[in-house]
């Protein structure tokens, strides 16, 4: 059994991987701003499930949220950098604000997760899986900095498994659209008129969770370094 971390974890994607992780008997640490979940979750599995609340802009509770998991399971064998928001928008009438947050959150809080954990995962010779995007290897209008941020969380990947090849599998998660809350980040009532549909018609979460688990069950001697997948009738 794995010794897990999973940041954004009380909805979407980082849900339904949590509930897919624990009954298969994983030790984990979920985390997210919001509660709620993350206490059912660990009512039901209270022997190997602890929550945290943890904002990754927050290094303090990154830094308190992997001394969490090292002191109640002895270490760390996966990350999941799941947490992420992005906000649509057209530049021009943008919010420096939701720029400056998709950077905080997506950005820096992964970076901060990965700082925290770096050397628990080294030791176990674990594993980090970042959420990435179709939008880590495209641009598409109305999301130009959000598409900035996923291209960084590739980037941030390849850098860790060149420079950590021999102590880490590091793999990218990279997905199309898939019906969670994550378009209701957007308040641009314009585009969420357009985009709502088309999140709606996407991929399940628990689809996303599958992939997931399929890079962490992959046997010692192989990496899978990225999976992209994407809805069978997208074009992009």
């Not at 399971?73 to 420096?96: H, Q, T």
């Not at 030791?123 to 179709?134: A, C, R």
């Not at 890079?215 to 990225?226: L, Q």
Request: glycine share 6%.
């Amino acid at each position: 059994m794995k010794r897990i971390i999973i940041t954004g974890a009380s909805s979407g994607i980082g849900k339904a991987t949590a509930e897919k992780l624990a009954a298969k008997g994983h030790q984990l640490v979920v985390s997210a701003r919001r509660t709620e979940a993350l206490e059912e979750l660990c009512e039901r599995y209270p022997e190997n499930v602890q929550f945290i609340s943890c904002d990754v802009s927050d290094d303090a509770q990154v830094s308190a949220m992997v001394e969490r998991c090292v002191q109640s399971f002895g270490g760390v064998d996966v990350l999941i950098n799941n947490a992420g928001m992005g906000v649509f928008d057209p530049l021009i009438e943008a919010k420096l604000s939701d720029w400056h947050t998709m950077i905080d959150i997506n950005i820096k809080g992964l970076l901060s997760c990965i700082h925290s954990a770096l050397p628990h995962l080294i030791e176990s010779k674990g594993h980090i899986i970042n959420l990435g995007s179709v939008a880590s290897h495209n641009v598409f209008a109305n999301s130009g900095v959000y598409c900035a941020t996923k291209h960084a969380v590739l980037a941030i990947s390849e850098a860790l498994r060149i420079e950590h090849a021999n102590d880490l599998h590091v793999t990218t998660i990279s997905p199309g659209q898939v019906n969670t809350e994550f378009i209701d980040q957007t308040s641009n009532s314009d585009l969420l008129k357009d985009y709502k549909p088309y999140f709606e018609a996407g991929m399940t979460a628990s689809l996303i969770a599958d992939q997931i688990i399929f890079a962490i069950e992959t046997p010692p001697n192989a990496v899978i370094s990225e999976i992209i997948v994407r809805p069978s009738n997208a074009l992009s």
